[in-house]
């Protein structure tokens, strides 16, 4: 059965880094996209990256471009996603999800999902 399983969340400063795992297992993983979603306390889970089977393609969410990376290791079934410049804003449970097919910041088209990981941004 698909388990995906994060882990590297914890508490971070302003302007601080943190960088999530997630382990992926019961299914081909070099053939799906994968992606990280996220939510706040009484927000809706909105969509923060997703990337390629290749890696060779990303999306990025316009609130953490430029600051987000997100990546993946076809050898080891891991997605990653790197946070820097983190502020109050991304405090939120952290989701690793696998796509149905396409690459995709549509919660819709996403069909398996972790259990999420907390990342709390506070000085």
């Known amino acids: 059965q698909v388990q995906l399983v994060e882990s590297g969340g914890g508490l971070a400063q302003p302007g601080g880094s943190l960088r999530l795992s997630c382990a992926a297992s019961?299914?081909?993983?070099?053939?799906?996209?994968m992606g990280w979603f996220r939510q706040a306390p009484g927000k809706e889970r909105q969509f923060v990256a997703g990337?390629?089977?290749?890696?060779?393609?990303?999306l990025y969410a316009d609130a953490v471009k430029g600051r987000f990376t997100i990546s993946r290791d076809n050898a080891k079934n891991t997605v990653s996603l790197q946070m820097n410049s983190l502020n109050s804003e991304d405090t939120a449970v952290y989701y690793c999800?696998?796509?149905?097919?396409?690459?995709?910041?549509?919660?819709?088209?996403?069909?398996?999902w972790g259990q999420g990981t907390q990342v709390t941004v506070s000085s």
């Open positions: 999800t696998k796509s149905r097919s396409r690459l995709s910041s549509l919660a819709t088209e996403y069909d398996y």
């Open positions: 019961g299914f081909t993983f070099t053939r799906y996209v």
């Open positions: 990337i390629s089977w290749s890696g060779g393609g990303t």
